[in-house]
Structures are given as C-alpha cells and as structure tokens.
C-alpha cells in the first residue's frame, strides 16, 4: 500500500482545520448577520463568505489544471453557508485522489487556502462588531480530524470568553 504523501495530507488537514473554524464562524447567527455593514469601505459578511467559496472553487480548477476564476455574487446567507461546505468537499475529495495534483501544493496553500483562511478571521472579527462575538477556543487542542470537512465537527474541548 502506498504512503501518502505528507504535502497533500497537509493540505487535507489545513482543509479540516478551514471547515471547524469555518463553522464556527458562519453559524449561530440569524441570516440578517450576512448584511452587516460595520463600515462602508468594509464587505458585509455575506460578501466575504462569497469571496471564500470563489477561492475554494478556485483551488479546485488549480488542482485539475484547468485554472479558473470567478467573481461571484453574493447570494443569501445560508446559500453562501451551503456553498463554503460544498467547496470544501469538492476541494478535500479531489486532494483525496490518487492523482497528480496540476499545481505545486505550497503555491495552492500560500494562495486560495491561506487566503480562506484569513477571511474566516474577518468574518469572526465582524460577528464581534456585530455583537455576536465567536467565543475563543485553544484551537491546538481541538479535535480537527483530517477528511472531516462539512458542518458536522465535534464540539469544541476547551473555549474561553
């Protein structure tokens, strides 16, 4: 049986860590969260989860060598929800092959994930202007499971206000 390979493993858990910070973030909230407005040169939350699920469908067209972008438009909240799950399983599915990935995988982490990532963080950082703060978690003690990607994530083992 072959090893697998440390770098897509990487990614796959990076993946998994994306999705339980994900959830965190984008429920627990009424679906009026997504128009927040904090400031006007600031994207509402609905707009940025947008942006997340075009940088995940992204990452799949750069995995299958056939590069893609899209700019899409936001649509309601709990779409956009259904949409960053269901980019996170095409995305995790397809690094889950046994198939030559068509980009290098440190340029697929530095670009579309990283940036996933960063953007979970501002979604957090508005829920707490927007007076529905995520409450803290020792994120290092988490039970982030590789493969593990949809809403489904076990509850947290130590959070903190």
């Avoid at 707009?47 to 799949?60: Q, R």
């Avoid at 007076?131 to 039970?143: H, I, L, M, Q, S």
Wanted: hydrophobic share 40%; net charge neutral; proline share 6%.
């Amino acid at each position: 049986m072959p090893r697998p390979d440390p770098k897509r493993e990487l990614l796959r858990r990076t993946l998994a860590t994306l999705a339980y910070r994900g959830r965190k973030v984008v429920t627990g909230v009424g679906s009026d969260f997504g128009a927040f407005k904090a400031h006007d040169r600031i994207r509402p939350p609905v707009a940025i989860l947008a942006h997340i699920g075009d940088l995940l469908d992204w990452a799949a067209t750069l995995v299958q060598g056939n590069e893609r972008w899209q700019d899409s438009t936001p649509s309601a909240w709990n779409r956009e929800v259904e949409r960053f799950f269901a980019g996170l399983s095409a995305l995790d599915s397809l690094l889950a092959q046994d198939r030559p990935i068509a980009c290098s995988e440190e340029r697929l982490f530095q670009g579309p994930i990283a940036d996933a990532l960063t953007h979970v963080g501002q979604i957090a950082i508005l829920r707490r202007a927007a007076d529905a703060p995520v409450r803290g978690e020792n994120y290092f003690r988490a039970e982030i499971e590789t493969g593990r990607i949809g809403r489904d994530q076990t509850q947290p083992v130590r959070e903190f206000d």
